[in-house]
């Protein structure tokens, strides 16, 4: 039997590479093209660099460095996006990109979640029948 080659761990992406943004790009054209009239948009690979960043750290919009758009038009883009459902699709994307690579280990699965105290105590929902 053959012994499968150890997958070699990749860097952290914190900015989209040119070799993955031509998938990217042509994603957004066809999913959101660019208005004929009106204000031009920030530039999109800009915009996913900044959203990129902002979900690897989780600061704030308004905390986006310098080198980054403005962060209230980063953050309508990204809803936009959201909104034609372009994440989700462009995720279908990657997945089937990295598989076609041997990149994707359908072996295993897991799932992340996380449960806390509700803030305030929160709704505790209707009460249970002869509870009181």
């Not at 040119?18 to 009106?38: K, N, R, T």
Request: glycine share 8%.
């Amino acid at each position: 039997m053959a012994r499968k080659k150890k997958p070699v761990p990749q860097p952290t992406i914190w900015r989209i590479p040119d070799d993955l943004w031509g998938y990217v790009e042509a994603l957004i054209d066809l999913e959101d093209p660019a208005p004929s009239m009106g204000r031009p948009r920030i530039d999109p690979r800009a915009a996913l660099d900044a959203i990129l960043f902002r979900m690897r750290t989780g600061c704030q919009w308004n905390q986006l460095p310098e080198e980054f758009p403005d962060d209230s038009s980063v953050h309508r883009t990204m809803q936009r996006w959201q909104r034609v459902g372009l994440f989700e699709k462009l995720w279908a994307v990657l997945v089937e990109r990295c598989d076609e690579l041997g990149a994707v280990n359908w072996e295993w699965q897991s799932t992340d979640g996380s449960m806390g105290k509700a803030r305030f105590g929160g709704s505790c929902g209707p009460e249970p029948k002869g509870s009181r």
